[in-house]
């Protein structure tokens, strides 16, 4: 009998066929069990005889049943990692991954160039009321800027902006409710808040949405600016120069871009200019950097600037004997533009995945 469960045992290939085997062997009716059983039933002698063998055949399938157990089980583990096995050298399906906008990404990088100039971000609500907007910065109740075909105009005027958690008309010190409130044209009006907020010396930046009543290939109705304030003593036309010729070339990357200041209007600085870039043709693209005066060169606007015109600076209760300073707004749509070669605004805002993949910004 021992002959044979040791023989059955090992030729068991899995652990229910062991199962089995230690049933019908040592199970409550098993034969070895059954065997025990009538060791009562013998005399000493017989006893003194049997007892060893039964015993030792008890023993020899208990130990034959553990160490096949054992094995059988470690094949078990075995197939099982093998069948979990995951090859890390197989391609993996790969899912369409967000990406960051190419504005908001311009917008860091801006934000980016300026940190390192000692300025910082400020903000300001989308939603303006007509004195941070306009008459702050000493623009006329008849500047073109103003009409309605440029201007959005809010029909609602104060509760709207003031649930919306935006500008209300108790924190502007303006003459009164009657003005209507504006999507703001521009974000000139941060320099307001800021004036009005901070104490100077004052550095700061203003990336923001803009808006207005405009719609071809470069202009969408709402469109993003960045706005440059410095109130400071002392402060000239050279450190305006000096932070955009710094500003745009470390924005298009390049050393040899320059500037050219042309004087201009702008009611809320005084002297005002517009900076135009110089661009080259390279590989018959348009390029922003090199020489404008050289074979399919010229120049191109970027920005609008001054000094701090001082009725504004009076305007937020500063004194303009005492400070002075610079601003300068940039549309950053334009720059995002220029970098990337894009030609056509209205497409950015339109969040078709296959233009921004087709400029790289989407994988
Ligand atoms: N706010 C002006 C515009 O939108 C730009 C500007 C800002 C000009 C600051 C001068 C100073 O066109």
């Excluded at 130990?63 to 096995?85: G, H, W």
């Excluded at 610079?326 to 078709?352: H, N, Q, S, T």
Aim: proline letters at 6%; glycine letters at 10%; aromatic letters at 8%.
């Amino acid at each position: 009998m021992k002959a044979h469960y040791l023989v059955a045992i090992d030729a068991c290939a899995g652990l229910e066929a062991l199962e089995a085997v230690r049933v019908e062997a040592l199970g409550k009716q098993g034969r070895v069990t059954a065997l025990l059983k009538t060791m009562g039933k013998l005399s000493p002698d017989e006893r003194l005889v049997q007892g060893p063998a039964i015993h030792g055949l008890r023993e020899a399938v208990t130990q034959a049943l553990a160490t096949r157990k054992d094995v059988l089980e470690n094949v078990a583990l075995e197939a099982k990692l093998a069948a979990e096995r995951i090859d890390v050298t197989l391609p993996v399906d790969t899912l369409p991954m967000g990406s960051v906008h190419p504005v908001s990404q311009v917008m860091d990088e801006l934000a980016e160039i300026f940190a390192d100039l000692g300025f910082a971000v400020a903000t300001g609500p989308e939603i303006e009321d007509d004195w941070h907007n306009f008459g702050a910065l000493n623009i006329p109740d008849t500047h073109p800027a103003r009409a309605m075909q440029d201007t959005f105009y809010l029909e609602r005027p104060a509760r709207a902006a003031g649930e919306a958690g935006t500008a209300s008309s108790d924190d502007t010190g303006s003459a009164g409710g009657a003005a209507p409130f504006v999507l703001r044209t521009h974000t000139s009006p941060v320099q307001i808040r800021t004036m009005m907020q901070q104490k100077p010396p004052l550095r700061i930046i203003a990336p923001g949405r803009v808006y207005r009543s405009d719609w071809d290939a470069t202009h969408t109705p709402m469109f993003h600016q960045i706005e440059g304030l410095v109130i400071d003593k002392g402060i000239t036309l050279g450190h305006l120069k000096w932070t955009l010729e710094t500003f745009l070339r470390a924005f298009f990357e390049r050393d040899d871009v320059v500037l050219r200041l042309r004087p201009s209007y702008f009611p809320f600085t005084e002297p005002s200019a517009e900076v135009d870039v110089g661009f080259t043709m390279e590989k018959g693209k348009r390029v922003i950097g090199g020489d404008p005066n050289g074979p399919g060169g010229g120049w191109m606007e970027v920005l609008g600037s001054g000094m701090v015109h001082p009725k504004v600076i009076a305007a937020c209760g500063l004194d303009p004997d005492e400070w002075q300073g610079f601003a300068f707004g940039c549309g950053i749509d334009r720059l995002a533009m220029l970098k990337y070669g894009i030609d056509d605004l209205r497409p950015v805002f339109e969040g078709d995945i296959r233009w921004l993949k087709h400029y790289g910004f989407a994988a």
